[in-house]
């Protein structure tokens, strides 16, 4: 198709706006997916997205619009995820198109993850197009939101169009408006070939597929091709584009957004963020790249069973390619045994990690409890970052420990000012700012540590103020803390897996709150066993968890054969998630007692 009747676009929103159900409703307005197959949040393919009602993966689509002025248009589409942990995905699918669609809820009105999502986009250069989404909801005022979004965000919203995904009014406008409004790709097909990948996976038969967008020159089966970053070389075997089933073509050209494969077992070799050019007749320089985001939270992943290590190396070599912000190197404990530190984006992620290799690769996973990374200088002089508290200097050797310090910027209608300003002083935060955004809404700026709003800041923060707070943040730098490492010694014995960095003044309270919630999740044993919260050698809180006297089989008055049998199995379920330390038996939630335990 003729260059100027492509649009390659992304919808962006703050999380729940919805830009899932929108996508499914283009979808199906363009027949791209029969009426019969249309399942609802069609590109949330992962089963994992459609439980939990969120977007993970980015997914790119390719469909055919007939436009009232007669003409066909392709359009590729490539929907994002919202929540702030995939700000990685956002920015890589953006950097794939030329327009963005801005959903944004009619009810809730611009949000924080709205304002972020604009910023990436604007730095992408991308053409915007306003939309209104959910005024079927009663409570919907589209006026009043565009007004903000065009004194939040300086977008002209003359024109915005006024729909409801839901049952599909309007969007056949949002459609006009992509073909009139949206630039076509604006690239050279006889220039030297430059093909952005902005995401690839594993194929077991056909090795990685990589995800493509072509920003100059054509490419087609049996061309030498080499990635400009690794340097590896390889013949394409085939391409195509997604519809969203496969489909092959005979060739990609620019403005084209598509998948090659290309027989390439290495993983390694393809990088997300990467150029593809030829081997004759190259590009001169790569296209640019992706923002690098640095993982924010780290935690160690064992296998439950030892033997299958290598499983969950090849696993998570194989996830990254899917997820190119997952960061991971092997590391070993007492307690755990050979394992992997991995670095994530966020909490979400992590969670998301961790269930795709349990679900996907089959595996049985411990996680410890989630670390930021500190920056350790020691009395030497030496500096040392510090993802894994199990690896903290002795005492006497740090000079002073630095942690990392976010900006966190929170949208709050003004009855709950007061409640948020307790909770990130509660966390340790300093104000900085506040200002009015509109009638009923404030906007506040706080910096934090990060270690404080990686827990359950953004549960605290929803339910103080009973979901209507949205926040966003970013990264501002370090700055030194009273800091200092918590052990926790099971039976006499420090269990390294369950260290944290602790800020000093809260450490009683933290030490205290760690031993009952372990109380509470390790299960009774043979012996009495002292659960204790330590600092150097110091013991800061005890308690024990009782010896076992009754047989389980107790409880099921010697008789119905069944019932017993179902009591063994549920314990052998039970008994899966454990790992034998020591003499004692810890269970998976243990080493994330730190996530639940209540301190207050
Ligand atoms: N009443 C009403 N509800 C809508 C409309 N559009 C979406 N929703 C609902 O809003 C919720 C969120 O919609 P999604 O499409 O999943 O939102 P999203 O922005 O894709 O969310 P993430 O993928 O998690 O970022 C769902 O329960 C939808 O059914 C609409 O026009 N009207």
């Known amino acids: 198709m003729d260059q100027s009747h492509i649009r390659n676009f992304s919808i962006i929103a703050h999380i729940d706006h ?33 439980e939990r009602g969120i977007t993970i993966k980015l997914n790119a689509v390719q469909l055919v619009y007939h436009a009232k002025n007669g003409e066909d248009y392709i359009f590729h589409l490539i929907d ?7 700000t990685y995905e956002v920015s890589r699918s953006l950097a794939a198109c030329d327009g963005a669609i801005l959903v944004v809820d009619a009810a809730q009105g611009v949000q924080a993850q709205t ?6 986009a604007l730095e992408n250069d991308l053409e915007i197009l306003p939309v209104l989404n959910k005024i079927d909801l009663p409570s919907a005022q589209p006026e009043l939101v565009k007004k903000e979004i065009e004194d939040m965000i300086g977008l002209d919203c003359s024109d915005a169009v006024e729909i409801s995904a839901k049952s599909g009014q309007g969007v056949e406008d949002v459609l006009e408006q992509i073909v009139a409004k949206l630039p076509s790709p604006s690239g050279k097909p006889n220039a030297p070939l430059q093909a952005l990948v902005f995401d690839s996976l594993y194929d077991p038969y056909r090795g990685v597929i990589a995800f493509v967008s072509i920003k100059n020159g054509t490419i087609k089966p049996k061309d030498k091709i080499r990635f400009m970053a690794s340097g590896a070389e390889y013949e394409v075997i085939e391409v195509g584009v997604r519809t969203p089933k496969e489909v092959q073509e005979d060739e990609l050209s620019t403005g084209d957004v598509g998948w090659i494969s290309a027989a390439i077992k290495n993983i390694e070799n393809v990088r997300v963020g990467d150029t593809i050019t030829h081997v004759e007749n190259p590009a001169e320089k790569p296209l640019e790249g992706y923002r690098q985001m640095q993982p924010m939270v780290y935690c160690g992943l064992y296998p439950v069973d030892n033997a299958r290590y290598d499983d969950l190396k090849d696993a998570l070599a194989k996830l990254k390619l899917n997820d190119a912000s997952l ?12 394992g992997f530190r991995c670095g994530f984006l966020g909490l979400l992620h ?11 690769y089959n595996l049985n996973l411990i996680a410890t409890s989630p670390s930021v990374i500190y920056h350790v200088y020691k009395t030497d002089g030496e500096m040392v970052a510090i993802d894994n508290p199990a690896a903290l200097p002795p005492a006497q050797n740090i000079d002073r420990i630095e942690e990392p310090y976010v900006k966190a ?11 948020i300003m307790d909770l990130c002083q509660k966390k ?4 900085v700012d506040m200002q009015v955004i509109d009638e009923v809404r404030m906007q506040i700026v706080y910096e934090l540590p990060l270690s404080e709003i990686i827990y359950d800041f953004f549960d605290k923060l929803k339910s103080s103020t009973k979901g209507y707070a ?15 490492k918590m052990d926790i010694l099971l039976n006499g014995q420090i269990i390294d897996a369950l260290s944290t960095i602790v800020f000093k003044d809260f450490a009683y309270r933290r030490g205290n709150a760690m031993t009952i919630k372990l109380k509470d999740l390790i299960p009774k044993q043979q012996f009495e066993i002292p659960v204790q919260a330590a600092i150097g050698g110091k013991i800061i809180a005890r308690t024990n968890i009782k010896a076992l006297r009754k047989n389980v089989l107790a409880k099921c008055y010697g008789g119905d054969i069944s019932r017993k049998k179902k009591l063994l199995e549920k314990q052998k379920e039970g008994k899966k998630r454990m790992k034998m330390v020591g003499s004692v038996e810890i269970p998976q939630e243990a080493f994330m007692a730190v996530l639940s335990m209540d301190e207050e």
């Open 350 to 360: 992590m969670d998301v990690i961790e269930e795709r290799l349990e679900r996907e």
């Open 428 to 431: 340790r935060g300093e104000y």
């Open 80 to 86: 994002t995820p919202g929540h702030v942990d995939f």
């Open 470 to 484: 949205s926040f966003d943040y970013a990264f501002t730098g370090y700055r030194p803390s009273k800091l200092v």
């Open 115 to 120: 304002l972020a999502n604009v910023y990436l």
């Open 327 to 338: 960061q991971y190197e092997p590391e070993t404990s007492q307690a755990l045994g050979f």
């Open 18 to 50: 919805g830009k899932s159900t929108l996508a499914d409703r283009i979808l199906e307005m363009t027949d791209t997916v029969e009426k019969r197959e249309m399942k609802e949040q069609l590109l949330d393919s992962m089963d994992l997205e459609r």
């Open 409 to 419: 910027e929170i949208l709050v209608p003004k009855e709950y000012v007061g409640a």
